[in-house]
């Protein structure tokens, strides 16, 4: 397949790095002010090299990127909420072109899912969004698989959050200092709002709860708590009872919500750092646990490119 990548951070660059080793070519690239465009392929290293140097992809603009001659628009902008642009406006191109659109950014597929699918319908393309709910963890292609049989789901969606949770209840360190300690390590951003407010959680819970129940949700149909607020002595207290708290997204009848909540302290949800984990009800199977990397750029980067393995040839 032949991408085209809007979006130059940690996502973006790691799918144009990663693109060849899956078959693929990336022949346009573009972050938010400039562009390069090559038909026979763009050059990853000199893309890094102009952004890293120059502090941009390249000489072209990012209109020339969404113009090029691409089967699949990897839509890797930041995401936004609201009306979701730019990144909505992205996949609207790609799809009157009748070209694929994979996404990692959560905005379109969290705030405008029902235009998004209508889009889809009148085009040729096909819309994919795997990493925009867990990263590298397979959640939409394992809901896909069961065939309508996943009746819930429920789960750590943010590593941020997570890690400042795991560290506090294992070191006894206030939520002030964890947060330090993240910003420093590079877990948090400088920031932190979106994840630990429960935002980037609520998103994907969003999405889930499309998918799951073929619904127009959005994020203000989500029930959200952060962990801001959470003193060190609840997860004492927690402790004493053979207990931790984990910032745990659900999703079910009907209803998403996302707060602190209390989890067996060697619990399948009790995982450590930023790993992130989901449980999937199934009416069949029993519980389905999938955990792994939610975040971080080769591992987003995988959920692209196999989304992008998954999708039709185009006519």
């Excluded at 889009?119 to 990493?131: I, Q």
């Excluded at 069961?146 to 400042?164: C, D, E, K, M, W």
């Excluded at 999405?207 to 962990?227: F, R």
């Excluded at 790993?275 to 591992?299: C, F, K």
Aim: charged content about 25%; some cysteine; glycine content about 14%.
């Amino acid at each position: 397949m032949r991408l085209a990548v809007m979006g130059a951070g940690a996502v973006g660059t790691a799918v144009l790095e990663l693109a060849g080793e899956y078959g693929h070519d990336v022949v346009g690239v573009a972050d938010s002010s400039s562009g390069v465009v090559e038909d026979g392929g763009v050059d990853p290293d000199g893309v890094v090299s102009r952004k890293r140097k120059r502090g941009i992809v390249g000489d072209g603009t990012p209109e020339a990127v969404l113009g090029a001659d691409y089967d699949v628009l990897v839509e890797a902008t930041p995401t936004t909420l609201g009306d979701a642009e730019p990144g909505f406006s992205h996949v609207e191109r790609a799809l009157g072109r009748d070209r694929h659109a994979v996404l990692a950014n959560k905005g379109p597929v969290a705030e405008r899912y029902d235009e998004v699918r209508a889009l889809e319908a009148d085009s040729g393309g096909t819309v994919l969004f795997e990493a925009a709910v867990g990263g590298a963890i397979p959640i939409l292609s394992t809901i896909d698989d069961l065939n309508g049989q996943v009746a819930a789901a429920r789960g750590v969606l943010n590593g941020t959050a997570n890690f400042i949770l795991s560290r506090m209840a294992a070191e006894g360190i206030d939520y002030e200092h964890v947060l330090a300690e993240a910003q420093d390590l590079g877990v948090a951003e400088a920031d932190p709002a979106f994840d630990v407010e429960g935002t980037d959680a609520a998103l994907k819970c969003v999405i889930l709860a499309n998918v799951l129940y073929e619904g127009t949700y959005t994020l203000a149909d989500a029930e959200v708590e952060g962990i801001a607020d959470l003193p060190g002595s609840a997860l004492e207290l927690a402790a004493e009872d053979g207990r931790t708290i984990r910032l745990v997204g659900e999703v079910s009848d009907g209803n998403v919500r996302v707060g602190p909540r209390l989890v067996p302290e060697n619990g399948t949800l009790a995982v450590s750092g930023t790993l992130n984990i989901v449980q999937l009800e199934t009416n069949h199977a029993g519980r389905l646990n999938i955990s792994g990397r939610g975040a971080g750029g080769p591992e987003t980067a995988s959920a692209v490119l196999a989304d992008i393995g998954r999708l039709p040839e185009l006519s």
